[in-house]
């Protein structure tokens, strides 16, 4: 059963590859820069079965056991654009284009040749080659942690978090969220990400399969249902109800309480690390306390890429606001330090106060 289904998907991209893929590539005459067109229409195929995997079994979720219940989507809508941009357009030419041939040559790794570069650590220690499921691990605790620390940066970056700050900008987080990226921010992310790739001698085919488990694992992580994953299992893996904290808006009276909970697949960084929050009611979402984050609220799926664009040139053209922390942004798109020294005292900015009491229904995890 399975043998005939790999091989139908085998054959799908190949009909995919000749029929669809290559005519595309000799109109716009860039045949001789990729991969083959078969390769290409497999991420196509893997991106069409993301979709069918959030829209068949995420979204029912969504509608089965609300975390917060919607009278329409109107904030989500975009976030469904975007995801159907990202997963059948950009994602596989961004993945042929760029990132496939970066990381074969970085590897050493060539489709004719078919080797690891001598320093990689499966070149190193030859072993793991015939224990593909330790390497798995190894790689993939890796990935994640170096994907916990590169998100805690984006937070307290100001020219990261101008970018990331739209990943945030959401009032309705829901199944689509995870594609809601700024996408300077997203390739910044991938050559981080890939860098774990190439260190491990991880091909670039196989980098792709298992980015695409990490994405469907945050496809469920961003989902509007309230599912947490109880005391024990809650502390291993990212739950709906944990990442969702990570998202919650500006909470006034507890002014750092929504720094949490960075992890993308494992929980236990959080743990580790101690920015994991637990045991606390759903929170609405969004960065609704800086009205030039909000305002992506207002925009289109091209002003959207515009506005964070505007954010992280204010920010990197900045020089004195390099500095790490938390910042709200100026109308001219400048960062504001939360937290400044002022005559050798600290002062804590207190953004907006969310007075849109916007759709959600606000309910206890626990009720
Ligand atoms: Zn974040
Ligand atoms: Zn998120």
């Known amino acids: 059963m399975l043998s005939e289904i ?3 998907w085998e054959q799908c991209s190949i009909w995919l590859g000749q029929h669809a893929v290559l005519p595309i590539l000799n109109f716009l005459h860039i045949t001789k820069y990729t991969d083959t067109s078969t390769e290409i229409a497999t991420t196509l195929m893997v991106g069409i079965l993301q979709l069918v995997i959030i829209g068949c079994l995420f979204r029912p ?3 089965l056991i609300p ?3 919607w009278d329409n989507r109107r904030y989500a809508r975009i976030d469904f654009h975007l995801t159907w941009l990202m997963l059948v357009g950009l994602f596989p030419l961004f993945a042929f284009l760029i990132m ?3 990381i074969n040559y970085f590897s050493g790794i060539s489709p004719t040749v078919g080797d690891d570069s001598i320093w990689s650590m499966k070149a190193q220690f ?3 080659k015939n224990h593909s499921w330790v390497f798995f691990i190894l790689y993939y605790l890796t990935y994640d942690l170096v994907y916990y620390w590169m998100h805690r940066i984006q937070h307290v970056l100001p020219w990261w978090w101008a970018m990331h700050s739209f990943h945030h900008s959401q009032r309705q987080m829901s199944c689509w969220t995870n594609d809601r990226t700024n996408y300077l921010d997203g390739m910044a992310q991938s050559f981080v990400l890939a860098g774990v790739g190439i260190f491990w001698g991880v091909s670039g085919e196989e980098f792709a399969w298992l980015m695409l488990l990490g994405e469907l694992v945050q496809n469920f992580s961003h989902a509007n249902a309230r599912i947490g994953f109880g005391p024990t299992v809650g502390k291993i893996f990212v739950s709906p109800e944990f990442h969702r904290l990570h998202h919650m808006d500006f909470v006034p009276e507890r002014p750092t309480l ?3 909970n960075f992890g993308q697949v494992f929980a236990i960084w959080d743990v580790i690390f101690k920015t994991a ?4 009611p759903i929170h609405l979402t969004g960065v609704t306390g800086d009205k030039m984050v909000d305002i992506d609220n207002d925009r289109g799926i091209i002003g959207v890429q515009v506005e964070s664009l505007k954010r992280f040139w204010g920010s990197v053209t900045c020089v004195d606001d390099w500095r790490l922390g938390g910042v709200v942004f100026s109308k001219n798109y400048r960062p504001i330090h939360m937290k400044k020294p002022v005559n050798g005292q600290q002062q804590v900015l207190k953004p907006h106060v969310r007075t849109d009491a916007p759709l959600p229904i606000h309910k206890s995890s626990k009720d």
């Open 6 to 8: 790999v091989t139908l």
């Open 277 to 280: 929050l637990y045991n606390e």
């Open 100 to 102: 496939t041939p970066i």
């Open 61 to 63: 979720l969504e509608n």
């Open 126 to 128: 030859p072993w793991l």
């Open 258 to 260: 929504h720094n949490c």
């Open 67 to 69: 975390a917060e219940k």
